[in-house]
């Protein structure tokens, strides 16, 4: 399990470093700098620019200065926000994606987890065709386009939410089940479809045979083995959530990583989209990282498998 763990966290870093890479020529295939969309600039002044941000040496030279950078934990300083750094405008805007996406996580989980045993549990019944009637609905609409129907009903018309901010703790509400409804959704129709094959499994009917209760059945054997390809589920939809609140955050005017993701593209800001770019990238290769370990945990028939592979 150990070299299994450490094979895993290698892969991670490669990964990290190809994606760092990647970013770093993209930005540098783009034409121009920029610094060309600023009006009226002189040539001086553009020259003592790009040699601030060391943008007048050649590529090679910037990659290896942005790689050393990075292994100490420097993203450089924001080429628009003035004497920012990458890093402090991160740690400053993360705090509402980060509540927000735990929000949606807690909620996709726990109702997904219920909609999907209920559904399992009456089996070709009304709450059964309920429940898969709102998990197609909730995997075919995006996150933005629910989160603009919540605000139109919600916001504008029942006026029972603010459309805009953070400023209260129901200001979270909208956000949260926008980003919430399409995992759920999918958590619910995996949660069935593994729950059906679960409870018709050899061990389950061994179990009652020996007059084991329902509940103690559902808890101890179904859930356990059921809950496993959701276990599987939870690390890229994670990184997903925080990821793809970056057009909700935009839609609710939230001063998250989103807004400045989508600020640091049209400002041309290579330093803050390079940044933002590997830190996301971390959030999902961290998450799917700790999803494979937690696997470990919950399917003891993974560490033996390992350990017999290697």
């Known amino acids: ?91 400053e805007s993360f705090v509402y994606s980060l509540q927000i996406g735990i929000f949606a996580i807690i909620l996709a989980v726990a109702m997904g987890l219920i909609l999907g045993i209920i559904a399992a549990l009456n089996h070709r019944k009304f709450l059964d065709s309920f429940t898969i009637f709102i998990a197609v609905l909730g995997v075919s609409i995006p996150n933005f386009l629910v989160a603009s129907i919540l605000q ?24 949260v089940l926008a980003l919430s409804f399409l995992p759920a959704a999918f958590i619910a129709r995996l949660t069935r479809s593994t729950m059906l094959e679960v409870l018709s499994a050899d061990y389950i009917k ?35 959530i925080i990821t793809g609140s970056v057009v909700v955050e935009k839609i609710f005017s939230i001063g998250g990583l989103g807004k400045h993701f989508v600020d640091s593209i049209s400002n041309r800001d290579y330093t803050l989209i390079m940044g933002l770019t590997l ?29 017999k592979g290697g």
């Open 279 to 307: 830190f996301y990238g971390i959030i999902l290769m961290v998450a799917r990282f700790l999803t494979d370990v937690a696997y470990g945990f919950v399917d003891p028939r993974i560490k033996l498998s390992r350990g």
């Open 152 to 175: 139109y009903f919600l916001g504008s018309k029942l006026r029972l939410l603010d459309v805009q901010g953070l400023n209260d703790p129901t200001d979270f509400i909208m956000p």
């Open 1 to 91: 399990m150990i070299k299994y763990i450490s094979k895993k966290f290698l892969s991670m870093i490669a990964s990290l470093f190809v994606l760092a890479s990647a970013t770093f020529f993209l930005m540098k295939a783009i034409p121009g700098d920029p610094f060309v969309r600023e009006k009226a600039i002189p040539e001086k002044i553009r020259e003592n620019l790009l040699a601030m941000y060391g943008l007048d040496q050649p590529v090679w030279k910037q990659y290896l200065m942005y790689l050393n950078n990075l292994i100490h934990g420097d993203f450089g300083i924001s080429m628009k926000y003035q004497y920012r750094t990458v890093a402090k405008i991160i740690s």
């Open 206 to 240: 061994t179990a009652r045979s020996k007059g084991l209760s329902g509940r103690i059945i559902l808890i101890r054997h179904a859930l356990r083995n059921a809950i496993l390809p959701v276990v599987t589920y939870i690390g890229p939809m994670t990184a997903n």
